[in-house]
């Protein structure tokens, strides 16, 4: 085989810069972290052949076969990179190569690349013990027929990384045996970042993901959505798993509908919502398994005929800082079953401990949506209590008996007041449920976790584990609220603009809660805006973007610049058309302890002074009669909203301006 040396290697990726911008931004951006390569390769076809010495050459006619073929008979770590239009979809007619050697393949994007197994063959086969690094791409109908990993295989004890993937099927067919996505043999290491498995089924265990005995699987900010299997619909696990920031949602299996744990799983600031199965509707927690549950929601998962609609446990579970709600045990069961929340089953090897955890509304959310359920408790079996639980109802358990523990029976049960609208975007990456302003749970927890001192509740930075209110605290406990949010936490921000010689003045940005922040003001020619997020502590953040509103005809907008000072973080936007709902998200956001992505959602809407999301001039009060009332006053913090044209004083210009756009909405 003809060798590239290294410096034609960087010369060839020099060249590449001069006339494909976007593909030396890839490099720029997907391989921070990785190993320097050795040789890049530029698949430049979506054939699925090979051209003899296409990839080696950098010829036209390169294919993702003949890259990986030119890669494996390189030693080292090569680069394998695309220039291909947006949308290309490679079709495999055969498998591809087992990648044998240390490789880092960086797709353009998810949503740019496709690689299609067409029902027939697995995707990626990871032979080498090396490091394999996949980002940037989705893997669709991969299939390993009577055998295992669908869209990947990590079979020889290597470590894989997979980031920013999306793995689904959309033929509706069973892909593999065990780990329909992704299945990790012994002693390897997969580390899964920014990914989503979308339906993906398997016959027998993990429909998203396997992960063997002596495995490692670390899964964060990802989301599995609607995988099945016998066992495990989303995550079967007998090694070590560890999950954060991460949703496991609509899955199902015979045990486990979301996870399946045969090992130990430490499952952090995550959410298993929506899942089934017979037993274990949202986690199976097997014999002699441990499963660690800190700041996580299990919210609605339910079990047809068994027992433990949130969790069914045989091992060692622990559980703190966390709400398990509206789960429910027998949804189509004519007798009664137990531990709608958490069913321990003690006879066998359970033991289960939990802390500062909202267990509660198993039954009541049983006789609301199934007729047939007979569910009569939030948890049954033998209880090791903390302290600082809120259990609905007790009834079938025993051992929430200490004096910080508030607890119902099915007769008299509590209610915790959690928000009736249930899972809802109150600030963080994930949903939870937010408690009401009057629920018991505000301060009568704890923030010393199981595993130690909570810094946040489940939506990570910028939402502290800890605010002491103006409730009495419980006995020995801090002022943190029990389960897994905080009432009162949150960052702050606001849209910031200067008016005039009068001042800045700001527009709130709620992150929770159903009112949506509008900018009213105009944001010029170039469509400008200043959005300014407050921490409690000071941070580092990654990047920043903004997503325009996908409802919104041509919506439009970018960050032109963001910068960080101690806690304050300020994004320059651009370019952002009116009359939508953008999104500004702080990507990896981190107070030295914790990291996640942070959203803030604003409305764009000129004109609406009335911040209603609608520019009218009839009705009471109306934008336009609104602005006129405020004409000659000076300016202030209760009519700057009136100086829609930034002007510094409120004018004829601006009920003009409002006037102009009258009829105009937010989507």
């Known amino acids: 085989m003809k060798r590239l040396p290294l410096f034609r290697s960087l010369i ?3 060249l590449l810069c001069a006339g494909a911008f976007t593909f030396c931004a890839a490099i720029a951006v997907q391989t ?58 490679i079709n495999l007619t055969t498998a591809l190569p087992d990648i044998t050697d240390s490789v880092n393949i960086n797709g353009p994007g998810a949503d740019k690349l496709t690689i299609n197994g067409n029902s027939a063959f697995r995707i990626f086969n990871v032979t080498t013990s090396g490091t394999v690094n996949l980002s940037g791409m989705t893997l669709e109908n991969g299939t390993a027929s009577n055998d295992n990993g669908g869209g990947i295989q990590n079979f020889n004890a290597g470590t894989v990384n997979v980031t920013n993937c999306v793995l689904r099927d959309s033929a509706n067919a069973v892909v593999a045996v065990d ?9 390897g290491v997969i580390n899964i970042t920014s990914c989503t498995f979308f339906q993906i089924p398997a016959s027998n265990n993990g429909g998203g993901i396997y992960n063997s005995s002596t495995g490692t699987i670390t899964l964060k900010d990802s989301t599995l959505d609607g995988c099945n299997a016998a066992y495990g619909g989303g995550v079967y696990n007998l090694g070590t798993t560890s999950i954060t920031n991460t949703t496991v949602t609509i899955s199902g299996a015979l045990d486990g509908g979301g996870i399946y744990n045969g090992g130990t799983t430490n499952l952090t600031n995550s959410l298993v919502w929506g899942d089934s199965a017979h037993n274990g509707g949202g986690i199976f927690n097997a014999g002699f398994a441990t499963m660690n549950l800190t700041n996580s929601t299990l919210y609605f998962n339910t079990t047809d005929l068994e027992n433990g609609g949130g969790i069914y446990n045989k091992g060692t579970l622990n559980v703190s800082n966390s709400t398990l709600d509206l789960n429910v045990a027998g949804s189509f069961a004519s007798g009664g079953t137990l531990g709608g929340g958490i069913y321990n089953d003690s006879q066998a090897t359970g033991s289960a401990t939990i802390k500062s955890t909202i267990i509660a509304r198993s039954a009541a959310n049983c006789n609301d949506q199934f007729p047939s359920c007979q569910s009569i408790s939030d948890v049954a079996g033998s209880f090791t209590s903390q302290g ?24 008299s049960p509590v209610d915790p007041q959690l928000d009736p609208s249930g899972l809802q975007i109150n600030g963080g990456p994930l949903e939870t449920v937010a408690l009401l302003s009057g629920s018991p749970a505000i301060d009568k927890g704890t923030s010393n976790g199981l595993t130690g001192t909570l810094i ?44 005039g010689t009068a001042g800045n003045f700001s527009i709130k940005l709620p992150a929770i809660g159903p009112k949506l922040g509008v900018e009213c003001r105009t944001g010029g020619n170039s469509g400008i805006h200043n959005v300014i997020v407050t921490f409690p502590t000071a941070v580092t953040v990654g990047s920043a973007s903004v997503t325009p509103d996908p409802k919104a005809p041509s919506a439009s907008g970018s960050v032109s610049s963001f910068s960080v000072s101690g806690s304050k973080v300020t994004v320059n936007l651009t370019g952002v058309s009116n009359a939508q709902r953008i999104v500004i998200t702080l990507f990896s956001v981190s107070d030295g302890t914790n ?25 009471s009060p109306n934008d336009v009669t609104l602005t006129q009332s405020k004409v000659g006053q000076i300016l202030s913090g209760s009519n700057f909203r009136e100086d829609v044209n ?11 301006l409002v006037q102009s756009k009258v009829g105009t909405k937010l989507p």
Do not use: W
């Open 595 to 619: 990291t996640n992505n942070v959203s803030v959602p604003m409305g764009v809407l000129l004109g609406d002074s009335n911040n209603n999301g609608f520019v009218t001039s009839t009705g």
């Open 456 to 499: 946040t509740d489940q939506r990570g930075v910028g939402y502290k584990r800890r605010i002491d209110k103006s409730s009495p605290n419980a006995t020995g406990g801090d002022g943190a609220d029990i389960g897994a949010f905080e009432f009162g936490a949150q960052i702050k921000a606001v849209s910031r603009k200067m008016h």
């Open 32 to 89: 921070q972290g990785q190993v320097a390569f050795a040789n890049l390769y530029l698949v430049n076809t979506t054939s699925d052949a090979v051209v003899l010495g296409a990839c080696q050459n950098g010829d036209p006619g390169c294919s993702l076969r003949d890259a990986i073929q030119t890669a494996n008979a390189h030693p080292g770590p090569d680069g394998i990179f695309f220039d291909l239009p947006p949308g290309s979809v």
């Open 646 to 656: 930034l002007n510094g004083v409120i004018n004829s210009t601006d009920v003009n």
């Open 388 to 411: 600082f639980n809120l259990i609905g109802s007790r009834d079938g358990s025993t051992g929430f008996t200490t004096v910080t523990d508030i607890t119902g029976t099915s007769s």
């Open 179 to 187: 780990g329909g996505g992704i299945y990790n043999r012994g002693g």
């Open 12 to 14: 060839g990726a020099a």
